[in-house]
C-alpha cells in the first residue's frame, strides 16, 4: 500500500472519529443513520477498511458533512521551517489550493500573549518571525520560534503568539479555503 493511500485511510479514520464524536454519536447510531454495518464503521475509524464513495457518502450526510470533509488531510502537528543561513530568496510554504488569504504584521510585548480564536474548518496559520523570539501554542503543542524561524500549522483550534523575552515581531498569514 502506497504512503498517499496510508494518510488517505489515516484521514478518514480521524475525521470520522472526531465527526462522530462531536456530535454525540454511537458507532450503532451512525450505522443506523447511513444504511451502513457498525462493523464497517469501527473499520473506517481504525484506517483498515477501503470504503467505496457511496459509503463515504451515505457516512457524510448523516453526519451533516460534505463528502470532502471525511477525506480532507488537516494538518495535527505543526511544519515548523528553522532560520536558514546565507542570503537569497527561499521559499517558506506553498499550497496548491486556491484559497482566500490575509496577511498580518503583529509586534507582540513581552509575556503578553495574543490569543486566537479558530478560524474555521480548512484554515491554516502561517508565521515567520521577523525579530525576537515566539511561543506558538496550541491545544496539544508548543513551539518555540527565533528570528527566521516558520511554522505551519491548522488554523481550526484555537492558539496563542507569546513573545518568549523581549519584544517579537511576527508576519502571519492566514489561509481559509475559497468557497
Known sequence: MSASTERLRAAIAENLRYARGSRGFSLRDLAEQAGVSKALLSQLERGVANPTIEVLSAVATALDLDFTDLIRTPLYEPQVLRAAAGEGARTLFSSPDRRRFEVYETTLAAGEPRDSAPHGRGSEEFAYVLAGEVVLESGQWTVRLGPGDGARFSGEA?????????TARLLTLLSMPSD
Open 158 to 166: 484555537e492558539h496563542s503568539y507569546t513573545a518568549g523575552g523581549g
